[in-house]
């Protein structure tokens, strides 16, 4: 018995050791081969296949030279985490590059090579949190990428980034990869390129703006040139071409953008029918709506029409928001949140967009001209209508209590792609200017004529988008201080989405998939739509209510001016009685009209409640469940033996 419970003790200590043995082998070798099991949708922490396609092109080995400040103690905990995701990323890009990569980590401590050679490389120390005194000690935590003679350097990897890091990382290689940056043209009545210091101004409290964050994200890439609205010829070194905006653009240059595309530049034009954007330049102190822009001759010339006296309201895609401090959240039916149901995943520039933020767009209508084929980006859902732009601003709860869906989604964004012809077959709108002899205006127009592009000699495309107000800063990204460095974090997929459409016309294409990853989210569709049902079915009630309402408003308003002959100040005892039961009638209409609101937000938050119960509830429920299931199970087992 002393035997077998000695050989029993013997196995069981051996046993332990092994499993410690292989536990300890198994750590050493996922930690030298940088292995990982990713079990999140989407596989958020895995290699993007763009990042991969861009490692393939590696045909010189590149060197990463990785500055963390390692030795310093007095670094906050969430950097020292935060460095070690970086390494682990680094590892995993020196693996699946084969080789090309080479990772070199160094440490810069005060006045050492590794501290000149980071200066060098661009890569910039920051003071740390609570050092008031510049003791000239500082923190390193940023990388350069070398591909001899070109760096690309990050300067400092801020935490805040982290769902950004891959793709920083990926485009830092990217542009070492590429010789020339490509020329991106940028035409707008906005100002997107910032605005300096006016010392008039600054008087006034008015401060110079910062470019938009789109622009300097799109000044990383490529080399972006503006361009006025009195333009007549695109440079040919442009290659790609953004309009945003353009506000009552002339015919001549509406003729330099046609001519652009005939000789295959690529134009990505962002159209308003009401913008904000504008509204706030003109007059911040009052904004009014922004008036809308077209390019009215060119998308005729395209089979396409843009509304530009509605605006798309939805009832899906909307949101409660507050607007005045100290009121309630108000309904927004024209600021649409886009989410997957209204966002083409099968394009790559928005297959891993989640979410989007448009403010009251307008939208396409027609059918592309011969030769042209439409590819449906974005669009709203069916539950929504076009609605009058100022009273959308204005009244958006008017807008939601005459609020009829017309079951149908409306084309918030396309792209047209195929062989396009001018719509200018005249040659250029001033060719037939007043002249004395006719004849020589005539040979005048036919010259020009002749030196107009009728065709595209090969297929091109034009991307077209109804809103500009899903650019702004306050629409797409929130902007922070990190250390003296401006951290730009992107709170949807707008920055992703003008990334995606410019990269996708003169860029890397392999970094769309990289990008669109850092910014995915898991907005509650379901939920909105369940919202929206709840809105829907209340919503004639409610209606119904207010219309009774203003009618007897009315006919008080009617009763309280009418006075017989003779009177001057005393209604009738008649006139009196019914202007007492028209305001019982009136007090009675808005007590209903008040429970009826009031039970529609009930609903509404009944709805949520449920939803939360059911996340905080239901998995506990379940584990319960099935551990009372098994162990069932078990004691029917042992009851059978």
């Known amino acids: 018995m002393k035997q077998k419970k000695t050989e029993t003790l013997l196995y069981s200590a051996v046993g332990v050791a092994v499993m410690f043995l292989i536990i300890v082998a198994v750590n050493v070798i996922t930690s030298v081969f940088k292995t990982r099991i990713d079990l999140t949708e989407g596989k958020l922490y895995t290699l ?155 008087r006034m409290g008015q401060q110079g703006q910062d470019p938009w964050a789109f622009i300097t994200e799109l000044k990383r890439d490529f080399e972006v040139k503006q361009l006025n609205f009195d333009v007549e010829k695109i440079d040919d070194e442009i290659k790609v071409l953004l309009v945003i905006h353009p506000k009552d653009l002339k015919d001549s240059a509406q003729y330099a953008l ?61 949101r409660k928001l507050r607007t005045r401090q100290n009121a309630p959240p108000e309904l927004m039916p024209n600021l649409l949140f886009l ?32 030769g042209l084929k439409q590819t449906i980006l974005l669009t709203s859902s069916t539950n929504a209508q076009p609605v009058e732009g100022f009273m959308a601003q ?26 396009f012809k001018t719509a200018f077959p005249e040659g250029k709108p001033d060719a037939k200017a007043d002249d004395a002899d006719k004849k020589k205006e005539d040979k005048k127009a036919e010259d020009k004529a002749k030196d107009t592009l009728k065709e595209c000699k090969e297929n091109n ?31 949807n997929g707008n920055l992703s989405l003008i990334q995606n459409l410019v990269e996708q016309m003169g860029g890397d294409q392999n970094l769309i998939g990289v990008r669109s990853r850092a910014t995915q989210s898991r907005p509650f569709t379901v939920v909105k739509e369940m919202q929206a049902q709840a809105q829907a079915r209340y919503q004639e009630k409610i209606a119904s209510l207010q219309k009774q309402v203003d009618e007897t408003n009315h006919k008080l308003s009617e009763l309280q001016g009418k006075k017989e002959a003779g009177q001057r100040f005393v209604l009738s005892k008649e006139q009196q009685e019914e202007i007492e039961r028209f305001k019982a009638q009136r007090a009675k209409a808005n007590k209903d009209l008040k429970r009826v609101r009031r039970d529609l937000d009930q609903d509404i938050d009944a709805l949520e409640n449920r939803l939360k119960w059911l996340n905080i509830a239901g998995m506990p429920v379940v584990v319960a469940v099935a551990g009372i299931a098994l162990g069932f199970s078990r004691k029917q087992k042992t009851k059978a033996q």
């Open 339 to 370: 989410t997957d149901k209204s966002i083409n995943k099968q394009d790559v520039v928005a297959s891993q967009l989640d979410e989007l933020l448009f403010a009251f767009p307008g939208h396409f209508t027609g059918t592309p001209a011969s």
């Open 48 to 202: 993007a296949p763009g990042t991969k396609a861009i490692l393939k092109k590696l045909d010189s080995p590149v060197e990463i030279r990785f500055y963390y400040s390692k030795s310093e103690t007095r670094k906050p905990s969430n950097l020292e985490n935060y460095a070690r995701a970086v390494e682990d990323l680094l590892g995993e890009l020196g693996q699946a590059s084969g080789g090309k990569i080479e990772i070199k980590k160094l440490d810069p401590k005060p006045d050492s090579e590794a501290e000149d050679l980071a200066n060098l490389d661009g890569v910039e120390g920051q003071l740390l949190p609570g050092q008031l005194l510049p003791t000239g000690d500082k923190f390193y935590l940023g990388l350069c990428v070398s591909l001899d003679p070109l760096k690309a350097a990050i300067p400092f990897l801020a935490p805040e980034r982290e769902k950004s890091l891959e793709y920083d990382v990926a485009r830092a290689i990217s542009q070492v990869l590429s010789t020339n940056k490509p020329v991106l043209g940028v035409m707008t009545a906005l100002p997107v390129f910032g605005q300096p210091n006016n010392p008039m101004m600054a």
């Open 461 to 491: 495309a034009v991307v077209l988008i109804g809103d500009t107000d899903w650019l702004p800063d306050q629409f797409s990204v929130q902007i922070q201080n990190f250390f003296g460095q401006k951290i730009i974090q992107p709170f």
């Open 394 to 419: 204005m009244s958006p709860g008017k807008i939601v209590e005459d609020f009829k869906g017309e079951g149908k989604k409306f084309t918030l964004a396309m792209r047209l792609e195929g062989k």
């Open 258 to 318: 046609d001519q652009f595309v005939m000789r295959g530049g690529r134009l990505v034009a962002c159209l308003d029918a009401m913008c904000l954007a504008d509204a706030n330049r003109q007059n911040p102190m009052m904004p009014m709506p922004g008036g809308p822009s077209n390019l009215d001759k060119l998308l005729k010339a395209w089979g396409v029409n843009f509304e530009t006296t509605k605006v798309i309201a939805d009832m899906n895609l909307a």
